[in-house]
């Protein structure tokens, strides 16, 4: 039964949030019938990284375009950073299951 709750945990829920992520963003990363691969990367690892970017980069004393800037950055670092804690966090998860 704990591996259950590990798998679910671990495993099941990051892929349900990023299944998600990839109905709500469809029109976001789609071009022209394709898909643009990097923005739909950056699209579902946003919610998986982006707490770490806000720590790092933090606007101070700049003005309205500095901001917004520094922000944006923040979102697409984030989200690259994300991609790569999705899959960590499923593959530390299928370990964590299989050993349980």
Do not use: S
């Not at 690892?45 to 923040?74: E, Q, R, S, Y």
């Amino acid at each position: 039964m704990k591996r259950i709750g590990i798998f679910l945990r671990k495993v099941i829920l990051p892929l349900l949030l990023a299944g998600l992520l990839l109905l709500l963003f469809k029109p976001v990363y789609m071009e022209n019938g394709t898909i643009n691969y990097l923005l739909l990367w950056i699209c579902v690892g946003v919610p998986f990284g982006i707490h770490k970017m806000f720590l790092w980069l933090v606007p101070h004393k700049l003005d309205l375009a500095g901001t917004i800037g520094i922000f944006t950055l923040d979102v697409i670092v984030g989200g690259l950073i994300g991609g790569f804690a999705l899959v960590w966090q499923v593959i530390t998860g299928l370990i964590a299951t299989i050993k349980g």
